[in-house]
Every structure is written in C-alpha cells, then in structure tokens.
C-alpha cells in the first residue's frame, strides 16, 4: 500500500493550496481517509476526515470554514482544499487512509510554509 502526497509548498497568508494524496495498493473507496500535520516540535494534530463514500467530513475547530477535503474514488485519490492560510498553518501534511478491520497506512507528507 501507497500514499503519496503532493501540492505543498511556500504561501503568503491569506494564500491558498491545493494538496492532493493519491493512493494504491488497497481497496481505497472502502477506507475513511483523513489529514494530519505535524509543525516543528509539536504533536501531530488532526486536520481533516472524509468517510469512504464521502457523505460525511469532519475538521478541527481551527480549520472549520477554511478548509474543504473531499475524494474522488474514480481516481483513488483524496485532497485537502486550504484556503485564508496563516502562519500556524505550518506544517508537514500527511495523509492517512484509516479501516476500522485494518492497519492504517500513512504517505511521506508534504511541507506547506505559510511565511511572508
């Protein structure tokens, strides 16, 4: 099984960024998929879930209303929509394909800076 992800880089505040995280290697239309970062000396923290069929999301209060993920099974392939991005939106982004009856499988990250 594969993640990888791809779409970070530098922004200014208020930018905006298009991650997207392509799978393979198992069955991706029947894993909730779901967005984590982890900044410099922190914890990793939750961003963002989509269920399988992607009928329900779910983000962290930080990103309500600024961030949108969705999926497309066709393509087996999940993004993450960043918009109004700040400072604290830092981070290496990972995706994270989840199964409640399987191993969850993580990709490499991708680095979003938001700096002026």
């Known amino acids: 099984a594969q993640l990888v992800e791809s779409g970070g880089g530098l922004v200014q505040p208020g930018g905006s960024l298009r991650l997207s995280c392509a799978a393979s290697?198992?069955?991706?239309?029947?894993?909730?998929m779901r967005w984590y970062r982890q900044a410099p000396g922190k914890e990793r923290e939750f961003v963002a879930s989509?269920?399988?069929?992607?009928?329900?999301?779910g983000y962290a209060d930080p990103m309500k209303g600024r961030f949108t993920i969705s999926r497309d099974n066709a393509k087996n392939t999940v993004y993450l929509q960043m918009n109004s991005l700040k400072p604290e939106d830092t981070g290496v982004y990972l995706c994270?394909?989840?199964?409640?009856?399987?191993?969850?499988?993580w990709g490499q990250g991708t680095q979003v800076t938001v700096s002026s």
């Open positions: 994270n394909a989840h199964y409640i009856l399987g191993p969850d499988y």
């Open positions: 290697g198992f069955t991706f239309s029947t894993y909730m």
């Open positions: 989509i269920t399988s069929r992607g009928r329900t999301t």
